[in-house]
């Protein structure tokens, strides 16, 4: 047996020494607790994603309420969108510094209030202002909630904390559309702000009573000048996006100086955080491969989910002529397919491979989309119901295995900035699918309608067999031939963007399957992460 030196001896640690080196077992909240701050949680988030969809219904009551034009009137979403994307990529620094379960307390009091505030507004002026503080302060809801689930379940409770912060994301904005149609028509505008009280109160009372708060050390120091260029920039792109299919694009000078400060201080904010010591969003967070893969794909998710709900909804009221109440029920589905899927998934995503999870919710996705390409101003309401299950049922697989596959591998201490940048990059995805899809949408309406114009001539035999009534001398006939070219111009438009995005469903799908399990992160959870909560 070999000797031991006394040098030897003294070099080995001893108990005693080794003691405070160990890392402790991670602790979470009893049961209770545990419940409780899930409840504020979902409470919180369905608050902030049911007011993001529930105003769209009601805009043209509101337009006549406060007696403002078409531009004016689309301030009410756009400072909402414009205040979000300053927000969002602070919460993350504000959480690390402040105290996340402080930041969400502070939060969901001041989203509350502004939304009574909306509610009770007498003029526009005073609802895009009380709108723009809703953008501000629920900015940071949604990903801080996210990040807290994680944070106060063990690893093996992951999945099913997900799905539950799953149905308060995805349930919020696709139930927007019934709430909002029925409160709009049998009660009041106002009351679809006013519906948040009582939701808000429930998300206070857990975080003030149950929320405990660990502050991490070493925070860095704000970064001002990184802010000051992300949220210009941000700014600018969100006013271009949202004003471009108002003011025909590049043809204005407006949208040209806002494309022009977009990309100015885009640049200076890719330089600063490539070239400063502690910048205000970390580079090295975009090196985990599943975080980027996940953000790419969440991103373009955003243009395909927010891009196709409000063509639908428009379809319905516009060119099949449903009022508001039956647009809702028609919109149902959606929510109902995806809670089920959800409840499912969560007992699932332990068990079999997530990214095939993922490629299930993207082929049900792309299956939604090829019907709506399939379809005609003959269209049934049962054909509508389906399109909206399966983008349901599709949105449920896709949205929990996403975020642990993206949250597995990524280290605690990015966790916070990490669920910012990730709801900040679906919700500026959703905002480009938007305008990109007005923009379409626009320019096909006008290219079909010339076309259809230039064949109704009273030499043409096609429109005395299709419309024997038609009289081209008669102003009346004139005008239902117009506007039923226009109809008829604008389903093709619709068709045309559903195409669009049907592609593009396809070309994505197979990104999830670049993305890896991070298995390495299950026993790196064994070690003691920093609990905000």
């Not at 857990?206 to 991490?216: A, D, K, Q, S, W």
């Not at 975020?403 to 597995?408: A, D, R, W, Y």
């Amino acid at each position: 047996m070999p000797s031991i030196d006394g040098q030897a001896l003294a070099a080995i640690p001893t108990p005693c020494e080794t003691a405070p080196q160990m890392s402790a077992a991670p602790t979470y909240p009893d049961p209770f607790t545990r419940t409780m701050l899930t409840i504020a949680a979902t409470a919180a988030v369905m608050m902030v994603t049911i007011d993001a969809t529930i105003a769209i219904i009601a805009l043209p009551r509101i337009k006549s309420s406060l007696a403002a034009s078409q531009e004016q009137i689309a301030w009410v979403l756009t400072s909402y969108l414009i205040a979000g994307a300053i927000a969002t990529p602070l919460s993350g620094w504000l959480a690390d510094r402040f105290g996340r379960n402080k930041v969400l307390a502070i939060a969901v009091l001041t989203f509350t209030l502004a939304s009574v505030g909306c509610g009770l507004s007498p003029n526009l002026e005073v609802l895009v202002a009380f709108r723009f503080l809703q953008g501000a302060t629920g900015a940071s809801i949604v990903p801080l909630t996210q990040v807290l689930l994680l944070d106060i379940n063990p690893p093996e409770r992951h999945g099913p904390a997900t799905a539950l912060f799953g149905i308060g994301t995805l349930f919020g904005p696709m139930i927007g559309p019934t709430l909002g149609g029925w409160l709009t028509e049998y009660v009041s505008w106002r009351a679809i702000f006013l519906i948040n009280l009582p939701i808000g109160a429930i998300g206070l009372a857990g975080f003030v009573i149950f929320g405990r708060e660990t502050l991490r050390e070493g925070v860095r120091a704000f970064d001002a000048r990184g802010f000051g260029a992300v949220a210009i920039a941000l700014t600018a792109l969100q006013l271009m996006l949202d004003r471009g299919p108002m003011l025909d694009w590049f043809s204005s000078t407006e949208v040209v100086i806002e494309a022009t400060v977009f990309g100015a201080f885009a640049y200076l904010a890719v330089f600063h955080m490539l070239t400063a010591r502690n910048p205000f969003i970390k580079p090295a967070i975009f090196k985990d491969r599943n975080f980027l893969l996940g953000t790419i794909l969440s991103a373009l998710l955003g243009v395909l989910l927010n891009g196709v709900i409000p063509m639908v909804t428009n379809l319905m009221q516009q060119l099949l002529g449903y009022p508001v109440i039956l647009t809702g029920l028609l919109s149902a589905p959606r929510a109902v397919g995806n809670i089920f899927t959800i409840l499912i998934v969560g007992r699932l995503v332990s068990k079999a491979d997530g990214r095939l999870l993922i490629f299930t919710g993207m082929t049900m996705l792309v299956s939604s989309l090829y019907i709506l390409t399939q379809m005609s101003l003959d269209v049934s309401q049962e054909e509508l119901m389906l399109v909206g299950f399966l983008q349901g049922c599709g949105s449920g697989f896709l949205f929990l295995p996403l975020n642990l596959i993206v949250f597995n591998t990524l280290s605690h201490e990015l966790r916070n900035e990490g669920s910012t940048l990730f709801a900040l990059t679906r919700s500026l995805g959703g905002a480009v699918g938007i305008s990109m899809i007005q923009a379409a949408t626009v320019r096909d309406t006008n290219v079909v309608q010339s076309y259809l114009v230039e064949a109704v001539r009273p030499d043409n035999p096609l429109v005395d067999w299709l419309r024997p009534d038609f009289e081209p001398t008669n102003p009346a006939s004139v005008a239902g031939m117009v506007g039923e070219i226009a109809r008829q111009a604008t389903m093709v438009a619709y068709v045309d963007s559903f195409r669009m995005l049907f592609i593009l469903a396809v070309a994505i799908t197979p990104l999830c399957l670049l993305m890896r399990i991070g298995r390495r992160r299950a026993a790196a959870d064994a070690l003691p992460p920093i609990h905000a909560e």
